[in-house]
């Protein structure tokens, strides 16, 4: 962003009147130190590096929103990986250990001290980990234009829950698995196929088998056309399986050549985005030829039932459920189903817990960093394809991953 702080408008819409809001972040103008803002609403705690680990905060940052339906407005500097944290009915705990590095709140750690708590948090409506407290954005610039996600309805985690019962219940318990209840038997989150694997390693093996298999064998004698959407063109897969040594274990970024590794992963997170959604065998230009877009999404069994409910109960459909959620056919100009809302000169942006206020949809924007027409040009890659589909496939043989 431009301004050198932005105004942040934290409203409470839950039913209680005890409600903690925790904003953190990297001060891009303090050499990216990590900080918490204080209950103030303007001034930004530092944390020292401690000589032992796991130590407390030396301030309370807990921000009080007050009784459902009041609003807290804080104002905060530059920042970056910036997040909100809410909590309702008690407070959160972060420590701290040598560096100093920061103890984030956890759901996939049972020996948290915040496990049990009803909390969450919002980073650009992020359902990567887990769904808890409906969150919603609108997002106002100096010119007067907003843009809006509307988030959960107040009873969204209960049909999320819900519904993933119901999907368990027809293949073997399977996703039932990813709902976490509270010590009041009450539906505290649904944890997202990556995070419910952490406490569980063996959930979901070899669900996505068949598929994998599906598609290996029918792009060994296909073309797969991948737009990468930007300067590198269409990347094509190969007309026969690829050799021992081409099929290397090499990930889609990190261990490839640095020259391609940033065009490696453009087709990498179009290829996990097709995967998720269960349109890889259905279409074979990635991620264009789609016929209406998001409504032939999550049609086939496999598929990532997660992120399909989780779109299915947001109130306008957007919300960042899998990793590479964001990426969109070329050309799309309706809202994204990431649920973002970006602009360089913001004003306010509210954030309300608990459900919605009421109101239309706002205009949804094409993230440009994962649609944009690009270069559509057919060129030959410079880098293996086919060991980067190869290795993609065998990532997912049975599991979600990034």
Known sequence: MTNPTTQIALKNNTSSS?????????????????????????????????????QPLAVDCAIPLGAPGTTTT?????LA????????????TFLLNPGPGIVEPSVTNT??????LNWGFCEFTCYVDFVAIPIALELLNTAGNKQVVQGLPTDGLDQICAQLTQQGASENGIWDKLIVKGPDGKNLRAMSPNSGRIGNSGLFD?????????????????????????????????SHPPSTS????????????????????????RLAAAFNRSTLISNPDQPDAIQNGA????????????????HGVNLDGRGYAFPYDDVVPSGATGPDQAGTVFDGSPELLTVTVGGPNGGSVGNGREDKGAAGDGDKEKKKTAFDFPALFKKIMAMLKGIFRK
């Open 74 to 78: 804080v104002t905060i500097p530059q």
């Open 111 to 116: 020996d948290d001290l915040n496990y049990k």
């Open 246 to 269: 081409s099929a290397a274990a090499r990930g889609p970024s990190g261990t490839y050549p640095i020259q391609t590794r940033d065009e490696m992963g453009a087709i990498g997170a």
């Open 81 to 92: 990986g910036g997040r909100i944290w809410f909590a309702v009915d008690n407070k959160l």
């Open 206 to 238: 070899g669900y996505y088998q068949p598929y994998v298999d599906e598609a290996w064998s029918k792009y060994t004698n296909t073309d797969l056309k991948v737009d990468t959407q930007a300067q590198w063109g269409i990347a094509h897969s190969p």
């Open 18 to 54: 005890v409600v903690y809001a925790y904003v953190t972040g990297l001060d891009i103008n303090k050499n990216n130190a990590y900080g918490f803002l204080q209950p103030d609403g303007k001034t930004l705690y530092y944390p020292d590096s401690p000589s032992q680990v796991q």
């Open 295 to 310: 409504n032939n999404y999550y049609k086939t069994n496999p598929t990532n039932h997660y992120a399909r409910i989780v």
